[in-house]
DNA sequence: ATTTATACTGTATATTTTTACAGTATATAA
DNA sequence: TTATATACTGTAAAAATATACAGTATAAAT
């Protein structure tokens, strides 16, 4: 394959973005806008030679008649990447972007139900249902949750794991592990914001 | 989302088909020809159907301006499918066909190590790893393991996921559950396979 | 010194394309 | 019976678009 020249590869790269945002080929006037050039016939140029050295396919007489042959943007088919979560003590929305510690790829289909984020687990609070500091829960945001789930629950400022059981104003925390204590909430008194509930658990040895 | 009648399914599969064929959406007169319209206005009413009920996006004013928002095409962009294997009492090879009790959709580097398949886990002998039952394990087929490596290890017809430690001629296999015993093989007098080993763990919740 | 390739501007036009408007026909629901 | 939705035909005009042609400028190659 032919080397492109650097506004050759600016044009297709150009073409691609495009592509990619509005799910269309622009037209030889559109390029020439994103790119500062001033007439349609400096686009027309750079995609003949473009498709001289195969890179793309022009469909003479069509409008926005253009099609990538050769992809230059390497592009892996990105798979999804899921963000994991610290269990952060202060409050925050969780899915902000200064919280996610990194990215793990992922489907985010894996589990019988989709989820949004891994929640990485902190403390022994959960460690008899087989949950371990350092784990990652998969969480789906949702506030459709019902008694026994595996909850993730916003008390003030803390975010915490835990199952989940409510009966009229009262609601329990319950950890799975004897030397912690269920956390009571008098739904009256407190507020209780639940976040998401846990589809699946993922631990890397 | 709303359903589509018989003619707008139409349409929109023949917007897709273009689309794969030629990199670019189709215009009105080419659906009508495609599906033997004679008048663009018939192209046109579908497409305005098919954008309020939220399947496509016309960007007004545009050539082929057409993106589809939501395929009708299940389509489903196929990820990976890492396949699940029982714990097979029988010694036949981990990884065959008949083997496969399921497929999930899984990034194969989504743990540190990329792995070839799961395992699904039976019996508790590893439970104080917080390691359940139907737990799945990611393995990674490889005889490179060193001691305290969570192993599959295949002794005659039986095929066990345990903890690793050789001492010359001395292959201990440790369970993580009070009530196993570890078992001990003389490497001089009985064969062990390892199989793979353990990179990462899954649980559906 | 002259060619050659790259990289454009500027203009113009034929063609493509969208899109509005005016109808026709049919089936289903009120 | 009268709407109402679906499903078109047919025409036409405005707008978008491709694309040809005539230039200009610059750097590298011959």
């Given amino acids: 394959m032919k080397e492109l020249t650097k506004q050759q590869s600016k044009v297709l790269a150009c073409v691609e973005v495009y592509l990619n945002k509005t799910g269309f080929p622009p037209t030889r006037a559109e390029i020439c806008k994103e790119l500062g050039f001033k007439s349609p016939n400096a686009a027309e140029m750079h995609?003949?030679?473009?498709?001289?050295?195969?890179?793309?396919?022009?469909?003479?007489?069509?409008?926005?008649?253009?099609?990538?042959v050769k992809s230059q943007q390497t592009f892996e088919q990105s798979p999804d990447q899921m963000p994991v979560i610290g269990l952060v003590a202060a409050g925050s929305p969780t899915l902000a972007e200064e919280n996610i510690e990194k990215r793990i790829p992922c489907d985010p289909n894996m589990f019988a139900d989709s989820f949004d984020y891994f929640l990485k687990v902190k403390g022994l609070s959960m460690i008899e249902a087989g949950i371990h500091e350092d784990d990652l829960?998969?969480?789906?945001?949702?506030?459709?949750?019902?008694?026994?789930?595996?909850?993730?629950?916003?008390?003030?400022?803390?975010?915490?794991?835990?199952?989940?059981?409510?009966?009229?104003?009262?609601?329990?925390?319950?950890?799975?592990?004897?030397?912690?204590?269920?956390?009571?909430?008098?739904?009256?008194?407190?507020?209780?914001?639940?976040e998401g509930k846990s589809v699946g658990l993922v631990r890397t040895h």
């Fill in 137 to 194: 829960v998969a969480i789906k945001k949702t506030t459709d949750v019902k008694n026994g789930d595996l909850v993730v629950v916003r008390l003030e400022d803390e975010v915490t794991l835990k199952y989940f059981k409510k009966t009229n104003h009262n609601l329990e925390l319950i950890p799975a592990n004897k030397d912690f204590s269920t956390i009571e909430v008098d739904l009256r008194e407190q507020e209780a914001f639940v």
């Fill in 47 to 68: 995609l003949r030679a473009l498709e001289k050295k195969g890179y793309i396919a022009i469909q003479s007489g069509s409008s926005r008649g253009i099609s990538i």
